[in-house]
């Protein structure tokens, strides 16, 4: 499996940005995608899943009500819409793939090569 994570880019606090997740090289139905943000100096952390199988999400607290994690089982693409950025949502954003429904980094063995997502005060 494959991931292709893009869309970041530098946007003002109070924005908006969607990030997309494309998946290549296997069935990634009976997988559960989810992302992860990592800010320089911290540990990578869980942002979100959802569920190939039925869409099905999932979400860290500190992102709750702002983002949402949407699929397209078409065209294998997951998508992570983010409103009402702040500064502290400052991070790489990376895409992920497992088989098991997971907020653990370690349960994830396939990921995006990330995207770095700005938000200027």
């Known amino acids: 499996v494959q991931l292709q994570a893009s869309g970041g880019g530098l946007v003002q606090a109070g924005g908006s940005l969607r990030l997309s997740c494309a998946g290549s090289?296997?069935?990634?139905?009976?997988?559960?995608m989810a992302w992860f943000r990592q800010a320089p100096g911290k540990e990578r952390e869980f942002v979100g899943t959802?569920?190939?199988?039925?869409?099905?999400?999932s979400y860290a607290d500190s992102v709750k009500g702002r983002f949402t994690i949407d699929r397209d089982n078409a065209k294998n693409t997951v998508w992570l819409q983010m409103n009402n950025l702040k500064p502290e949502d400052t991070a790489t954003y990376y895409c992920?793939?497992?088989?098991?429904?997971?907020?653990?980094?370690?349960?994830?063995?396939?990921w995006g090569q990330g995207t770095q997502v700005t938000v200027s005060s």
């Open positions: 959802i569920s190939w199988y039925d869409g099905s999400t």
């Open positions: 090289g296997g069935a990634l139905s009976d997988h559960y």
């Open positions: 992920a793939a497992s088989r098991s429904l997971s907020s653990a980094r370690t349960s994830y063995p396939y």
